[in-house]
Nanobody
């Protein structure tokens, strides 16, 4: 069970920090990912992190602006988003996969949160 929070309305150039709280004792075994879906568009990969946090991956569109991290003791994964752009506007989803290796493909993830809206105004 995954629950996202931290979305909202922000001006271009601003920052937001998304959080994803996970329930269950095996969170530390899971790779976690963030995906987003804008209106009229397909869901796209944003970032992923392996079970230990030692490997992270980013879409080219967010590289250098977004940072993914996790706290296995708190069963949480985070997405720090800086220098936000209007094109970052979307519903952001947290996802988990039992295998510890991160992956950029949404199909590899078994568990999804309900999403949190991020709106960036110009």
């Amino acid at each position: 069970h995954l629950v996202e929070s931290g979305g909202g309305l922000v001006q271009a150039g601003g920052s937001l920090r998304l959080s994803c709280a996970a329930s269950g004792r095996t969170f530390s075994n899971y790779a976690m990912g963030w995906f987003r879906q804008a209106p009229g568009k397909e869901r796209e990969f944003v970032s992923a992190i392996n079970w230990s946090g030692s490997f992270t991956y980013y879409a080219n569109s967010v590289k250098g602006r977004f940072t993914i991290s996790r706290d296995n003791a708190e069963n949480a994964v985070y997405l720090q988003m800086n220098s936000l752009k209007p094109e970052d506007t979307a519903v952001y989803y947290c996802a988990g996969k039992p295998s510890g290796a991160a992956n950029v493909a949404a199909l590899r993830y078994d568990y999804w949160g309900q999403g949190t809206q991020v709106t960036v105004s110009s």
